[in-house]
């Protein structure tokens, strides 16, 4: 490029169409947006140190444009045939390929191959955000001003017609890392983006509405985000503004000073790259939360996009639920506080090897077995059973029972497993009570407790009932378990559920608990590993580490509780599938029963519900109403056992309503036998009561054996679950079993990943 000039005064005044296409220029991004800023920047008269010290830019650079324009107008600042490196960097596009391929030098290395750019300027940008291997693991962001150091969220989008305004939050706790393969999806990014310029294009377009349009509530957004996430940093980054172009205009409509601070997007960067790195920021930085957050995202702006010019979508007010593990909201107990200090040795069984759990393994679907047996069953040599079974058996997780007499040769020794060897506290949350079990290996429940609850409760008073509600059940259980036999802690919920970041997304009859981050803020209440699973799924994690042999293969396990759910256990191990809320039952039942809302959607079937479906029907066939307990309804636990107690006993109208109910879930189990094609059912739960139990076993049996396709081929057979009524609890206490000692040539699943490595 050839020499700055001297001289840096005013470029005159530019034609109106000159301006109109500097403006689309500088709103566009890529190279030509610095050489237009500079010339709209010059014609207000600032000099090129202003400008340089305005866009980030070096003062030759500034000067370039400068002359490029006066001497030859608008064709000066186009583009010139030219090989080599880019003429201009945009940091965002480096940032997001950097975070979306992390790898040290080697990733920057790459990006740079990627980009057409040197590894010194991908590196310099990677210092620039703070993102190189060598620096503090909180980023920095270059916005102007500069985010406050520490952690970020992308916390809120708003978008209107006259400008889109990104919020993000920061704050001093310590990063929540998640396993690799966690982060944002190629997939979910690409619909993300589509739906960004869909919504974006959309805001442009109806900016036409001009001066006199309504005023679409900023002010009251930011304002709404404080009251809603008062324990981080908020900063409002003006993303495109109609006044100004691309991140250069003023944040109107402000909340007061101190609430929101305000920012504008890093000279370096368009608006649409730099929200494609502070997703990709946020994704890498707390994956566990980043897909759903960013589906609820695209949705919202989709709406926007879409939506009729008569429609009242007049905005995108999206706004992030909260946030886990933030600075403040620590919730351990005081350290006098019953058992929070006789559990701190915990998770000290430490398995050494893939063979040792297959060993473990086989005594426990067997209960007694000699190590030839093992040998045998397993494949392994005598040599290495023997090691580790002495392994096994001098950390205590095996003991010998007494000794055999053989026809030839020494005596056999079997063993068996230590049921003291280990134990594992498990919670069930249900509408209506809280039950908490601390079991050992065996299964057998050594503590248990229940309490009361309403579907009403308050959040937070919810979260403190479950902590002190377990903590109550260790102090209970201390003389029985010992303390580095302790594993860690399994809570079983209603579905849907958000593994991945602990969320109970929407329980029935448990609204006000919606989008509560309960694992995590459980995690703050205990020095110990704590899963969180669907009730569903726990129940089919405990049936099989309980039922030993008599489970020992597939099966899908019929949850009836609050809604009907089902636990899969296929190939080996539980079936979770990609969002960990496989066996959905409810919409299957409706499918197969041929039950469609006017909308198109599979109807909520009320026969999913047994406590309130089978009172009613009941009812409805002529049995006199059961007195509801007071603070319920007809349709209330209560109601249900007496239901069950009438038809037990011969009420035609009782019996008629839990055969109809028990018609309709063995449809559903219909369509599920003919999909997976397995021979096993095992029904349980709260609602699969001795009362009931003949009616569902019946039902159920008759219909998945005499109506699938391959019917000839297999016998399902249809049984009662092993565990008892507090199913839910001692299988949420076994999945911690399940993951420490199942063994598993695949990698170990992210929401395991404070369990023993093996």
């Known amino acids: 490029m050839p020499e700055a ?88 596009e480096v940032v997001t390929r950097t975070l979306l391929a992390p790898g040290g030098s080697g990733a920057s290395r790459a990006v740079a191959r990627e980009l057409g750019l040197s590894h010194a300027t991908v590196a310099g940008i990677r210092r620039r955000w703070r993102l190189s291997p060598d620096e503090t693991p909180a980023p920095s962001v270059p916005t102007r001003p500069p985010l406050p150091s520490g952690e970020v969220w992308v916390m809120g989008l708003y978008v209107d017609p006259r400008r889109a305004v990104l919020l993000t939050g920061t704050g001093q706790g310590v990063l929540r890392q998640s396993a690799a393969g966690t982060v944002l999806g190629a997939d979910v990014l690409a619909g993300l983006d589509r739906a960004v310029e869909a919504a974006l294009t959309a805001a442009m377009a109806r900016g036409t509405e001009g001066d006199d349009a309504p005023s679409y509530g900023l002010a009251e957004y930011l304002a709404e985000a404080g009251r809603s996430h008062p324990d981080l940093g908020l900063h409002a980054i003006t993303l495109w503004d109609a006044a100004g172009g691309t991140g250069t205009g003023t944040l109107q409509q402000a909340p007061p000073d101190g609430m929101v601070t305000r920012h504008q997007i890093p000279a370096r960067s368009t608006w649409r790259t730099f929200l494609r790195a502070m997703i990709a920021l946020d994704s890498t930085s707390h994956p ?10 695209a949705a919202e702006l989709e709406r926007y996009a879409t939506a009729r010019p008569d429609a009242p979508c007049t905005a995108v007010r999206w706004l992030r639920e909260n946030v886990a593990g933030l600075p403040g909201t620590d919730r351990r107990p005081d350290s006098t506080a019953a058992g929070s200090q006789s559990w701190s ?18 005594v426990r679907l067997s209960g007694t077995i000699t190590r030839g047996e093992i040998a045998h069953r397993t494949g392994l040599t005598q040599q290495s059973v023997s090691r580790i079974a002495r392994s096994l058996l001098d950390r205590g997780i095996l003991i010998e029972d007494a000794q055999r007499r053989a026809t030839s040769g020494k005596p056999r020794t079997p063993v068996r497993l230590c049921g003291t060897a280990a134990h594992a506290l498990g919670i069930h949350i249900d509408p209506e009570v809280l039950t908490a079990v601390v079991i050992d290996l065996d299964g057998a429940i050594v503590r248990t407790r229940t309490r009361p609850v309403t579907a009403d409760i308050d959040p937070a008073e919810f979260v403190e009932r479950v902590a002190a509600l377990g903590r109550e059940t260790l102090a209970e259980a201390r003389g029985s378990v010992r303390e580095d036999g302790f594993l860690g802690i399994g809570v079983a919920v209603p579905g849907p559920v958000d593994i991945a970041s602990g969320t109970v997304l929407g329980p029935p009859l448990m609204s006000a608990w919606g989008d509560l981050p309960l694992l995590y803020l459980l995690q703050d209440h205990f020095p110990c590993p704590v899963l969180m699973e669907k009730d569903s799924t726990a129940a089919a994690a405990g049936e099989r580490w309980i039922g030993r042999d008599r489970r020992a293969r597939d099966f899908a396990y019929l949850y009836l509780g609050t809604g009907v759910g089902t636990g899969l256990y296929l190939n080996g191990d539980l079936y979770r599938g990609i969002s960990a809320n496989a066996g959905e039952f409810g919409q299957l039942c409706a499918i197969a029963l041929g039950r469609v809302a006017k909308d198109g959607r599979p109807e909520i079937l009320p026969e999913c519900n047994p406590p309130v479906s089978v009172p009613e029907l009941a009812v409805r066939g002529g049995m006199r109403p059961v007195p509801a307990a007071p603070g319920r309804t007809s349709g209330s636990t209560a109601a249900y056992l007496a239901v069950g107690e009438a038809a037990a006993a011969g009420d035609p109208a009782a019996a008629a309503a839990v055969r109809e109910v028990a018609q309709a879930v063995g449809r559903g189990a219909l369509g599920m036998v003919d999909l997976l094609d397995i021979d096993l059912i095992v029904l349980g739960g709260p609602f699969f009561t001795e009362d009931v139990a003949d009616f569902y076993l019946d039902e159920i049996a008759r219909t998945v054996n005499a109506f699938p396709t391959a019917r000839r081929l297999r016998r399902v057979a249809v049984e009662p679950s092993v565990l008892s009524a507090e199913a839910a609890a001692v299988g949420a206490a076994s999945t911690i079993f399940h993951a420490t000692f199942t063994p598993r040539l695949r990698g170990r699943e992210s929401r395991t990943r404070h369990l023993p490595d093996r």
């Open 288 to 297: 566990e939360s980043s897909r759903r957050v960013y589906l609820d995202l």
């Open 345 to 362: 040795g915990v998770n000290q069984i430490d398995l050494g090897s893939f063979n040792e759990c297959v060993v473990i393994e086989t």
């Open 5 to 92: 000039p001297q001289d840096d005064g005013p470029v005159g005044s530019l034609p109106p169409e000159h301006r109109a296409v500097l403006h689309r220029w500088a709103e566009e991004g890529g190279p030509l947006a610095t050489r237009a800023r500079v010339v709209l920047l010059a014609a207000e008269g600032l000099r090129d140190a202003e400008i340089s010290r305005r866009l980030g830019v070096s003062r030759q650079t500034a000067g370039t444009w400068r002359q490029r324009w006066t001497s030859a107008g608008i064709d000066g600042l186009g583009h010139r045939p030219r090989t080599g490196r880019p003429a201009t960097v945009d940091e965002a």
